[in-house]
Each structure stands twice: as C-alpha cells, then as structure tokens.
C-alpha cells in the first residue's frame, strides 16, 4: 500500500494561470508485482493513431509519448492544457523562459523547452513543453505510479506554455498535431476498470480514429461545448449540458433536482466538465447528499471529506445527455480500493461522487467535473473544431459518448465482488431510506463562503451589463440636468434682460424734466401709469417663466 494524494490534475481557474489540483486525505491500495513496481510501456509503434492506456488501480491512467526520442510514460489529463515532463530530454532547446505550475503534491517548475515529438502516430519537430528537473517538491514518487509527466489534452487556451510563448510556438501538442492537419481532429479515450472480473474494456487512446468495434460512437448525438465567455476562456474545459430536468437519476429511480449555477445553462440542466485527471468526480453537494443520504449506516467523513457507505451496498446512477442514458456501474459509485473505515473501524467503501470543496470554476462556468469513476463508463470522443488555433475546421467543437456499462451485468460484477456471489442486494439492510430521513453533510464556512463567491461571479454578465446600464442611466441623467440648467439660466437672462428693458422705458418717461404746473396737463400724466406698464409687463414674463419651469 502506497501513501498518496490524488493528483487531480484541472486547468488554471485564477489570474496567475497557476493548475490547481484536488486532495484527497487517504490512501489508496495499489497492487502491483514486487517485482515490477512500475508499467512502462515498451515504445509504441507508430504506423497507426491507437495507443494503450495504463491503468493504476483506477486512480491514474497513463500512456506514453516520445520526446527527444526518448519514451516517457505520462499522465492523461483532458482538464488542463501543457506537457510537462520530469528528469532530462535529449537534444531539447531551451526557450530562455520559466515558468511555475502547482499542484496538489508540489511543484512543478523549469524551463520551458522545445524537442521532436511523438504521440499515436503523430509528429511534431519541435513542441513546447516544461522540464522539471528538480522532483523534490512531490510529496509522492510519481514515477512509481506510473508515469513521469503529465500531458494536458484541454482547449488550447488553457496552456500556461501557449501564454509564456509567442505566436502558435506554445500551442500544446494536440493543438499543434492538428494544425498541421484539420481532417479527423478528434480524440477518442477508453479508460478499464480494474477489479471488474466481468470487464473486457482495455484502456485506448487515439488520435484521428476510432477504437476498431466500437465505430457505433460516431452515431452518438453530438453533445455541443459550453462554450465560456472570451473574456475568461482559460476556464474552458470540455463541458457538457446534461437533459432538462433529469439530467441525473438518483439510487431511488428520481431525478435528482439541481438549480445550475452556469450562467448559459438552460433551466432544468446542469454543466459537467469531462476531466480524466480526477479520480473522483466532484458533484454539487445537494448532488453528492441525494446519492449517499439515504443508504442505510452511510457516514459523512470529515477528514475525508466523502461519504463512506457499506460496501455491500448496490448504488444505482444514471446520467443523461443528449437524450440517451449512461449507467454508472456500481463499482465506481463506491470504491475499495482505498482501505477507509467508518469511526467504529468497520472496513467501508468510499461514496466515489465527492462534494465539491475546492475544485469550484472560477466563474461559475461549470456545476461539477465528471472524473475517472464516469469516464470508465463511456467511450470518449472529443473533437476540437474551431477550438484548434491555427486551423482550418470552423466547426464548433463536440462530444460523443458511447455508453460502456450495461446495468444487468454490472449488477452481476458487483455481486461477485461486493458479496461474494450471494446476491443480497435486496434485503432489508440494503433498502434506502425514506427521503425524509435523507442524511445531509455539513458544509464548512469556508466552503460556503467560497460557493456563494462562485455563484455571484458566475452572473458577472448580468453584473456587468447592469452596470453599463447605471452608468449610461446616470450619464443620461448628468447631461439632461446640465441642459435643464442652462435653459433655466437662459430663461434668467431673459427675464433679467426684459426688466432692464422695461425698467429704462419707464425712466425716460418720468425722467428729471421741469413739473407741468397745467392742471389739465397734470391730469393728463395721471391717466397714463407709465410705471404701471412696466409691472404689468414684468408679471406677464413672469407668469410665462413660472409655467416653463412647471415644464
């Protein structure tokens, strides 16, 4: 048994680009030969596009690529964007920059180089890639799991290499594979389930072709990317809508009701990113609640922060896309393969659908990452589309699943495994409980505060829009004030100038001329009130302004 934490491997959801990575507080039991600690492929042969996949116990799967010649073994990681490999790579070219990328077990940190590249059949003189030659920083021997790299298969715009370098120089190895030719620009994954004696699925991976028995995937619907919005494309993943309203049914044959948090998604439908770096899809935790809450003796884990369940216990869930539904074989609803126990120190399983705790989308892009424990039940094809930079495809990028769990048979593998082969999956003790004691798992402060953080982000469109609004509302405003003001100042001068006016025609008709001692003459000036035009005239003005400012 090796101490580890999973590498999860995701693209950069924050401003310094930096791969953020879930940890997982347990062990896992990795049974391998004591004389053969390690599988490395031998070199593949590369007159076709299909490559195995290595699996270690369900948790890391891996293939191998050709780099300066030399073959390295490397993790599949379709949640990120860059090649990083560790140790040295012959004849490589040092690009004179540096860069630094974190993870859940160190970090990984060099120089960013260029070398021949090699990977199912396909070729590329000199791909950008980071050379981390210091390994002391990982708290585990990535080398004995398996591998010694990682290459990330993700839209190209999440490459923190693509970023460091100029022109299409940094573009990651699938996007440079593709721009050399834009016909068939579609990957394919098939991940094996260890442990399954009723499997016959063999871990693949190709590029430009399908998996020979398996052509039925390209008759799948094509299940369209969410798109994200420009401004924060580095959290583009290969995300996915599931059906309205019954997107996922829960152990209890019941859709299990979400509200999603992505900004795009249309009412009733959740968005999932397919990530093969996550050895355990993360889910909402209303999500996570409804498939385990309701198991008899499930137990909430603290410390590691997952349901733990009897292992006995047959878990049914389903996912729907596209119109067409995939089964999750009940081994990976729950798992053995990482030796916890409930507080009693009975042996349990661990309820493989994990709450999201840290793994959230920086803005709201995404409700949960569908990692390992689906992908095992679906042969993938992923293809990029217009994604590619530098190609010629104007195609939107999609998705095609192909189910791989047939439920009969897997009911019958987890009676082998889980029970022995008694088949006492419908006894009392394994019959769910009422909803309404339906168990819930505390949520932190911290966790809470970080999910309503998501979720204001996530309306940063809505946010943004309704500030230009206020903005341009309160522009509006200040101009109509301003032009309001100057009339009535003009009105003013008006006023004021129609009073100079009348003010000086008085005064020249009574100015400082020798009285009229005539009686008559005098009457004659007391029958023609010169000042009492002047006010009549004022009042006249004056009523006229009072009603333009009424106005």
Not at 47 to 59: E, F, K
Not at 88 to 100: E, H, I, Q, R, Y
Not at 191 to 198: A, E, N, Q, T, V
Request: with cysteine.
């Amino acid at each position: 048994m090796h101490s580890f934490i999973t590498l999860s491997f995701i693209s950069s959801l924050c401003s310094t680009l930096s791969v953020l990575a879930l940890r997982i507080p347990f062990d896992v039991h990795i049974q391998t030969p004591a004389s053969n600690p390690t599988t490395h492929f031998p070199r593949q042969s590369s007159s076709n596009g299909i490559v195995p996949v290595g699996n270690t116990q369900n948790s890391f799967y891996y293939t191998n690529i050709m780099l300066g010649g030399q073959n390295i073994s490397v993790m599949l990681d379709t949640g990120s964007s860059d090649l990083w490999v560790t140790g040295s790579v012959s004849g490589a070219k040092d690009t004179g920059n540096s860069l630094k990328l974190s993870y859940a077990v160190g970090t990984a940190a060099g120089d960013v180089y260029t070398a021949p590249f090699e990977f199912a059949g396909k070729s590329v003189s000199d791909q950008a890639f980071l050379l981390v030659t210091n390994v002391s920083s990982f708290s585990t021997n990535i080398h004995a799991e398996g591998y010694d790299g990682l290459i990330g298969l993700g839209p190209n715009t999440g490459s923190s290499i693509y970023k460091k370098l100029s022109g299409n120089s940094g573009n990651n190895p699938i996007n440079r594979i593709f721009e050399q030719s834009s016909s068939n620009d579609y990957i394919t994954m098939m991940l094996s389930r260890k442990g399954d004696p009723g499997s016959n699925i063999t871990g693949q991976f190709t590029i430009g072709e399908v998996v020979p028995g398996f052509e039925n995937v390209t008759s799948m619907p094509q299940l369209s990317i969410e798109k994200v919005y420009r401004v924060t494309n580095v959290d583009q993943h290969w995300q996915i809508v599931t059906d309205k309203n019954n997107g996922i049914i829960g152990p209890d044959g019941q859709p299990i009701k979400y509200s999603s948090i992505a900004p795009k998604a249309p009412d009733g439908t959740i968005v999932g990113v397919l990530d093969s770096g996550f050895t355990l899809p993360q889910v909402p935790r209303t999500i996570s609640d409804a498939i385990y809450g309701r198991v008899q003796g499930a137990e909430w884990s603290a410390a590691n922060e997952a349901w733990l369940v009897p292992c006995g216990q047959l878990i049914n869930v389903t996912f729907n896309f596209g119109g067409v539904s995939y089964p999750i074989h009940p081994l990976d609803v729950s798992s053995s393969d990482f030796g916890v126990t409930f507080s009693n120190g009975n042996p349990a399983c661990l309820g493989t659908f994990q709450p999201v705790t840290s793994a959230f989308s920086l803005l709201g892009e995404y409700d949960m990452i569908l990692g390992m424990a689906f992908l095992r039940n679906t042969y993938t094809l992923i293809n990029y589309g217009n994604f590619i930079k530098g190609g010629s495809n104007s195609n939107n990028p999609y998705v095609q699943l192909l189910p791989l769990t047939n439920i009969d048979s897997a009911v019958h593998d987890f009676i082998q495994v889980r029970l022995n082969g008694q088949n006492t999956i419908n006894s009392p003790q394994y019959a769910l409980l009422p909803a309404s004691q339906e168990q819930h798992s505390p949520e932190s402060a911290a966790e809470k505060k970080q999910a309503y953080e998501e979720l204001v982000l996530s309306r940063w469109p809505y946010i943004l829009f309704g500030g230009l609004v206020f903005f341009i509302l309160l522009i509006s405003y200040c101009i109509w004030r301003c032009c309001c003001r100057r009339k009535r100042m003009a009105k003013k001068a008006a006023k004021k100038a129609a009073q100079q006016k009348a003010a000086s025609a008085g005064g020249f008709m009574s100015g400082p001329y020798a009285q009229l001692h005539d009686s008559q003459s005098a009457a004659s000036l007391v029958m023609q009130p010169m000042r009492g035009s002047a006010v009549d005239s004022e009042e006249d003005y004056g009523g006229k302004d009072a009603f333009a400012r009424s106005r």
